[in-house]
C-alpha cells in the first residue's frame, strides 16, 4: 500500500506510541528513525532495533525483507523530511526574486544536513532514488510517485530561470542543470558534515557556501550544456 508524502509525515511526527500487538512494523520503524536520528545509519541494525523493542530478531523479518529493507525505509522517511523542509522554502518565499528563491532552496538543503546530520546521512543509504530523476513535471498526478508537486515548483522556478539566463523555457535540459546544482550543494554538504570543512563554525559554511551556490546557478545552461566554450566570452577553441 502506498503511503502519501502527507501520511509520512503523520508517521514521523505522531507515531510515538508503545508497541502493542499489532503496529509492529511502524514501532520497529520508529526505533530505526531514532537510532538513526541518534548516532547515524550503522546503528540501525535488525538486532539493535528489535531489542529496543522488546522482541526477537526473527520477528522484524515477517515486516521487513530484511536490514537493507529497514535501512531504505528510515532513509526515505529522511528524504520526505528533507523535502518537507525545502517545500517550506518555497511557500515562504513570497517576494523574492527567483534566484534569491532558488539560492534559499539551497541553504535549506544544507542547514537540514547541519541541523539533522546523522538523519541527513541515513537518507545517503537509499538506493531506490526516485526523487526528479526521470521526472516529467507535466505528468499527470501518479500516487506512486513522491513528492510531485514539489518537483513541479521547482521547475517552475526552473523555467524562470532558464528564460532569463537563456531566453528559453525549453525544458529539453532541465534535468541535466538540476543535476548540476544538486550535485553542487550535496557535494558541498558531505565535505560540510563529513569532510575537511565538519570543524568550522556553522556561519563559516554558510559564507563558504554562498558563492557555490551562486556559481552553480549562473553556471546552467539550458541550450548547450556540455558544450564547455559556451559560456566563455573572450575565448574561442583553437581548433
Not at 518537507?84 to 518555497?90: F, I, S
Not at 545517503?124 to 508537486?149: C, I
Not at 570543512?197 to 546557478?217: C, D, H, K, N
Amino acid at each position: 500500500m502506498h503511503i502519501s508524502f502527507g501520511d509520512k509525515m503523520s508517521f514521523m511526527e505522531t507515531h510515538n506510541k508503545p508497541y502493542h500487538h499489532g503496529n509492529l512494523h511502524d514501532e520497529l520503524l520508529r526505533i530505526a528513525v531514532q537510532l538513526g536520528k541518534r548516532s547515524g545509519p550503522e546503528a540501525i541494525t535488525v538486532r539493535a532495533v528489535t531489542r529496543e523493542a522488546g522482541v526477537s530478531p526473527t520477528s522484524a523479518y515477517r515486516h521487513f525483507k530484511d536490514q537493507e529493507e529497514l535501512h531504505d525505509k528510515v532513509a526515505e522517511l529522511a528524504t520526505d523530511e528533507l523535502v518537507r523542509r525545502l517545500h517550506e522554502t518555497t511557500e515562504t518565499a513570497e517576494g523574492l526574486d527567483f534566484p534569491e528563491h532558488l539560492m534559499q532552496i539551497g541553504y535549506a538543503y544544507l542547514e537540514f544536513a547541519l541541523d539533522e546530520t546523522n538523519f541527513f546521512r541515513c537518507m545517503l543509504e537509499w538506493k531506490a532514488l526516485r526523487f526528479m530523476l526521470g521526472v516529467d513535471p507535466n505528468t499527470e498526478d501518479d500516487p506512486k510517485m513522491d513528492h510531485l508537486q514539489q518537483i513541479r515548483d521547482f521547475f517552475a522556478l526552473l523555467s524562470r530561470h532558464a528564460e532569463a539566463l537563456d531566453n528559453t523555457t525549453e525544458p529539453t535540459y532541465f534535468l541535466q542543470n538540476a543535476l548540476l546544482a544538486w550535485s553542487a550543494i550535496h557535494g558541498f554538504t558531505v565535505l560540510a558534515i563529513n569532510g575537511p570543512m565538519s570543524q568550522l563554525p556553522r556561519e563559516q559554511i554558510l559564507e563558504l557556501f554562498t558563492p557555490v551556490v551562486a556559481g552553480a546557478l549562473r553556471g546552467m545552461d539550458f541550450k548547450q550544456p556540455s558544450n564547455v566554450y559556451s559560456r566563455y566570452s573572450n575565448y574561442k577553441p583553437q581548433n
